[in-house]
């Protein structure tokens, strides 16, 4: 019986380097209020969310993507023809095939890169980030490209009091690559699907296609059991990745949570007891919920800023529809 070769991979894996693209347009709460009965007050007590970006028609999911993913590609100092695989966490690409990974890859320059989109919506970019940290220890790839991109604005119901305030697009990527300690955590993740309904799509795309509804689908959730469950169930989760990667809320520099709330981020900040002298990301006020964008892009945001430092070891967690989540420690590039 013929014996497989083991593979060759890196010991570790890292990230390299990290880039981030918003959309131009800014939206501020006030044209929101143009078709909901609400206030600015309100919607920034409850969410924190002062405005958000809307993509125009130019700034498609792969427009965005290929902006974002040049920025991580020259942060981590490789070329495009280095990138080995390339993964896409979105929810809001309205091809269902081809995967918009493979327009991507071809688009930056990749030579023949491995590429296709994956489907877990907020946490989509912890299940990218863990993905490709297996290929580069297992060898199938040294160099992996990480996106995760949204155009929620597309997916949004404006008269939905409920959700029409909280969404926003934009494009967040990183490069995964060989390490020789280890940079990134076990990671904790899982799914909830008894509570799907929880956060989901209004109707399926065949509804609308059979002329069964006439508006077209839109993202709704049950807000206050989407926040119960991700303050209490997901600080659990964030504590079991600290616990798996051998740190303590002590040792951490930087707090990177899903950017969906900023209530649910204080609260989280609460129960895992984090010191005064961790740095939280709060990339919500400005930029909205960005789904699967929203770590990458916030982790983006506290490096450009200087509120975060290369080398700083950070808690990321991704929690949303499925339920879905995913949590590790990461150092930052």
């Known amino acids: 019986m013929a014996k497989i070769k083991p593979s060759k991979g890196a010991p570790y894996a890292r990230i390299l380097g990290v880039g981030g693209y918003r959309p131009t347009r800014i939206v501020p709460n006030e044209v929101i ?75 930056l320059g990749t030579n023949k890169a491995a590429a296709f989109d994956i489907s877990a919506g907020c946490a989509g970019f912890g299940y990218g980030l863990t993905l490709a940290k297996g290929m580069v220890v297992e060898g199938s790839a040294e160099y992996v490209l990480v996106i995760g991109v949204e155009r929620l604005s597309d997916l949004t119901d404006l008269e ?46 065949t509804d609308y296609r059979d002329g069964e509804v006439a508006k077209f689908p839109a993202i709704t959730q049950e807000g206050q059991a989407v926040f119960r469950w991700a303050v209490f169930e997901m600080a659990k989760v964030a504590k079991e990745a600290l616990d798996a990667a051998g740190i303590t809320a002590d040792e951490l520099d930087v707090f990177i949570p899903h950017q969906a709330n900023e209530r649910i981020i204080d609260s989280m900040v609460k129960t895992l007891k ?51 989540y995913a949590a590790t420690v990461v150092t930052l590039p």
């Open 274 to 324: 984090l010191p005064e002298s961790v740095t939280v990301a709060r990339d919500v006020r400005t930029t909205g919920n960005t789904s699967a964008a929203s770590i990458p892009l916030a982790m983006e945001r506290l490096l450009a800023t200087g509120e975060a430092k290369s080398g700083d070891t950070a808690l990321v967690i991704g929690f949303g529809a499925g339920l879905v």
């Open 160 to 205: 939905d009091r409920a959700t029409a305030f909280l969404f926003g697009d934009g494009a967040g990527a990183v490069v995964v690559g060989p390490s020789t300690e280890p940079a990134i955590g076990p990671t904790v993740w899982g799914s909830e699907g008894d509570k799907s309904d929880t956060i989901k799509q209004t109707v399926p795309w």
């Open 33 to 107: 209020l143009e078709t909901i009965d609400s206030s600015d007050e309100w919607i920034r007590s409850r969410s924190g969310i002062e405005t958000r970006h809307w993509a125009n028609d130019e700034e498609t999911v792969a427009a965005m993507s290929v902006e974002a993913s040049g920025k991580a590609i020259a942060d981590a100092g490789i070329t495009a023809e280095q990138v080995g695989a390339v993964v896409v966490s979105t929810v809001s690409h309205f091809k269902q095939t081809p995967a918009v990974a493979t327009e991507i890859a071809d688009k």
